[in-house]
């Protein structure tokens, strides 16, 4: 008997334990279908979060373009004019005279606005912008043949690049026939070029580091020792860039045709200086009675006097100067 009930114990803690096996299945099965709903749920909600960052990234995208647009790319030309381009040493009259052939015609700039970002970049060397023509320093600037190709009616572009092969190709390639250069005594735009810089102020020095190399003290000199190494740095690269263009003009045969407008003209007469321009570029529609006379302190025009470097270089500036330049400069008399 005692047997019995042994047996119907284990049997009975058997059916108990089978019960609880079972319970315990189906709260796993419970627990397994609420994880597979949590699962899906979570596919669905990663789905719509995918979905959703595709059209935001679309919509960054288009929002990027818009501001590409409106920023960078020029506005349409208002003009069907042939483009101009005119190459100038630096302080040499260009914002002047770029001023002045915008004034009387319906030639515009191909860029709108230049903030630091894009002032840097540019004279980088390394610019990749659609509405810049060229990238450098006038030591080194390269024209950019794509966007010469694309804004050829409508703009004035003007560049201080010198006569390298390069950039005389490009403008070629780009379907332009004509090319004008306004050069200025070397010694002149060196003058202008010191006052120039210590008019930026020291807050400049590493941006203007990205033009030529300057002390880190060089704002602390006085404006002679200034000038003396300007002299020495500047004046180099002003007279071999006006020989590029002045042996250009007068070689044979060239990609491009040239002509040399020279600063003098710009103060002895601004109008004849711009119209001569204009009869070079075969340009019809203009009206010269909206050039101005040029004035001090508008569009980067400080003085504008011939032979000021007569008076502002020393001896040892004029000493060196008269050996740079010795008969270099004879070219400046070539007018193409």
């Given at each position: 008997?005692?047997?019995?009930?042994?047996?119907?114990?284990?049997?009975?803690?058997l059916?108990a334990?089978?019960?609880?096996?079972?319970?315990?299945?189906?709260?796993?099965?419970?627990?397994?279908?609420?994880?597979?709903?949590l699962?899906?749920?979570?596919?669905e909600?990663?789905?719509?979060?995918?979905?959703?960052?595709?059209?935001?990234?679309?919509?960054?995208?288009?929002?990027?373009?818009?501001?590409?647009?409106?920023?960078?790319?020029p506005?349409?030309?208002?003009?069907?004019?042939?483009?101009?381009?005119?190459a100038?040493?630096?302080?040499?009259?260009?914002?002047?005279?770029?001023?002045?052939?915008?004034?009387?015609?319906?030639?515009?700039?191909?860029?709108?606005?230049?903030?630091?970002?894009?002032?840097?970049?540019?004279?980088?060397?390394?610019?990749n912008?659609?509405?810049?023509?060229?990238?450098?320093?006038?030591?080194s600037?390269?024209?950019?043949?794509?966007?010469?190709?694309?804004?050829?009616?409508?703009?004035?572009?003007?560049?201080?690049c010198?006569?390298?092969?390069?950039?005389?190709?490009?403008?070629?390639?780009?379907?332009y026939?004509?090319?004008?250069?306004?050069?200025?005594?070397?010694?002149?735009?060196?003058?202008?070029?010191?006052?120039?810089?210590?008019?930026?102020?020291?807050?400049?020095?590493?941006?203007?580091?990205?033009?030529?190399?300057?002390?880190l003290?060089?704002?602390?000199?006085?404006?002679?020792?200034q000038?003396?190494?300007?002299?020495?740095?500047?004046l180099?690269?002003a007279?071999?860039?006006?020989?590029?263009?002045?042996?250009?003009?007068?070689?044979?045969?060239?990609p491009?045709?040239?002509?040399?407008?020279?600063?003098?003209?710009?103060?002895?007469?601004?109008?004849?200086?711009?119209?001569?321009?204009?009869?070079?570029?075969?340009?019809?529609?203009?009206?010269l009675?909206?050039?101005?006379?040029?004035?001090?302190g508008?569009?980067?025009?400080?003085e504008?006097?011939?032979?000021?470097?007569?008076?502002?270089?020393?001896?040892?500036?004029r000493?060196?100067?008269?050996?740079?330049?010795?008969?270099?400069?004879?070219?400046?008399?070539?007018?193409?």
């Amino acid at each position: 008997m005692f047997g019995s009930r042994s047996r119907r114990q284990a049997a009975a803690a058997l059916a108990a334990t089978v019960a609880e096996r079972d319970a315990l299945l189906v709260q796993r099965d419970i627990a397994l279908g609420e994880r597979n709903e949590l699962r899906r749920q979570l596919d669905e909600m990663t789905g719509e979060r995918n979905e959703f960052r595709r059209q935001l990234d679309a919509a960054l995208v288009t929002h990027a373009q818009s501001i590409r647009r409106s920023t960078r790319e020029p506005a349409p030309s208002p003009s069907r004019q042939r483009s101009l381009f005119m190459a100038s040493l630096p302080k040499s009259g260009t914002e002047f005279v770029g001023g002045a052939i915008r004034d009387a015609t319906k030639l515009v700039s191909p860029v709108s606005h230049w903030d630091d970002a894009l002032s840097r970049a540019y004279l980088s060397g390394y610019c990749n912008r659609e509405d810049v023509v060229s990238t450098g320093v006038f030591v080194s600037e390269r024209l950019l043949l794509d966007t010469l190709r694309r804004l050829t009616h409508g703009y004035l572009h003007q560049s201080h690049c010198g006569a390298t092969h390069h950039n005389l190709c490009v403008l070629r390639d780009a379907g332009y026939e004509r090319a004008t250069v306004l050069v200025r005594d070397p010694r002149d735009s060196t003058v202008s070029w010191t006052h120039h810089l210590r008019a930026m102020g020291p807050g400049m020095v590493n941006f203007n580091s990205l033009i030529q190399y300057l002390p880190l003290d060089y704002f602390d000199w006085p404006h002679e020792a200034q000038l003396a190494f300007q002299v020495r740095t500047f004046l180099p690269a002003a007279v071999n860039w006006i020989e590029s263009w002045v042996g250009a003009a007068a070689a044979g045969e060239q990609p491009v045709q040239l002509q040399v407008a020279l600063f003098d003209q710009l103060r002895a007469d601004p109008t004849a200086l711009v119209k001569s321009i204009l009869t070079f570029h075969r340009v019809e529609d203009y009206d010269l009675s909206k050039v101005q006379p040029p004035t001090p302190g508008e569009r980067h025009f400080r003085e504008g006097k011939s032979g000021a470097w007569n008076s502002a270089f020393s001896r040892a500036d004029r000493d060196f100067a008269e050996e740079l330049i010795g008969r270099r400069l004879e070219g400046l008399r070539v007018v193409a």
